[in-house]
């Protein structure tokens, strides 16, 4: 039987969690400074929007998003995913009502994919968020395939289907036939820096000279600045929106 819990009424899982639902990430995306700002308080006032995913007592997929209130406009939208943790957080502080569950994440164990388990657990916990008062359900969603076409724009990328017409991307896929719709680039999503050394260290690759370089993993390129010990990756995302 499958269930969706709150991550805080399961903390037998959290051991199993930390290791697994990092496994498939590039460490790359763990070093975004401006998430920092803000994760300790989201944890502290979004406790009940993480989630496990479990079958038969064993961990198969976790999930976390954020409220935030939305007017359903391109416009509205936040810049991508540190900018809607920021927003929902200072939403917060301020008591604005939120209206919008954005999806921030979610992962399945790597020896639990393929089968079917992502799009449950993206159906059971927007089915949660509507049921509990937040009746829009978005995303900015890291479409798996980009990191093949690194030198291509968002823009481009999420035009891109195959001949059923469904979305070439396969995360992009696995949301379309839940019922989602393709809202607008997210260019910026997130901004990751780093020194040289830091950037080797991520990447396991070596910068000999400042220069732009695409890198395992990477949606678009990185750019290293030798003189400056800086390496800046900016990482797009595309919105969906959740019937």
């Not at 969690?17 to 502290?44: C, L, M, N, Q, T």
């Not at 690194?150 to 195959?162: A, D, Q, S």
């Amino acid at each position: 039987m499958y269930q969706l819990t709150p991550a805080g009424d399961a903390p037998q899982y959290d051991a199993d969690a930390e290791v697994r639902f990092a496994e498939d990430w590039p460490e790359f995306i763990f070093h975004d400074a401006e998430v920092a700002k803000y994760r300790e308080r989201r944890v502290s006032y979004f406790p009940e929007w993480e989630f496990y995913y479990t079958a038969d007592e064993r961990l198969i997929a976790g999930c976390w998003g954020v409220p935030i209130a939305w007017d359903a406009t391109v416009p509205d939208l936040p810049g991508g995913f540190t900018d809607t943790l920021a927003r929902s957080v200072t939403e917060h502080e301020k008591k604005v009502v939120p209206n919008t569950f954005v999806l921030m994440a979610a992962a399945v164990r790597s020896d639990e994919q393929g089968q079917g388990h992502a799009g449950r657990v993206i159906t059971a916990v927007r089915d949660h968020a509507t049921a509990n008062g937040l009746p829009q359900v978005i995303a900015p969603v890291r479409p798996t395939l980009k990191s093949s076409y690194p030198l291509t724009p968002i823009e481009t990328f999420m035009t891109w289907t195959r001949d059923d017409g469904l979305p070439l991307d396969p995360w992009l896929r696995t949301h379309v036939r839940l019922g989602a719709t393709l809202l607008a680039p997210a260019p910026a999503s997130q901004t990751m820096t780093g020194s040289v050394a830091d950037w080797e260290k991520w990447t396991n690759m070596q910068f000999p000279s400042t220069g732009t370089y695409t890198i395992p993993a990477g949606l678009t390129t990185l750019a290293i600045d030798r003189e400056a010990d800086t390496g800046l990756y900016i990482e797009p995302n595309i919105w969906l929106r959740h019937a």
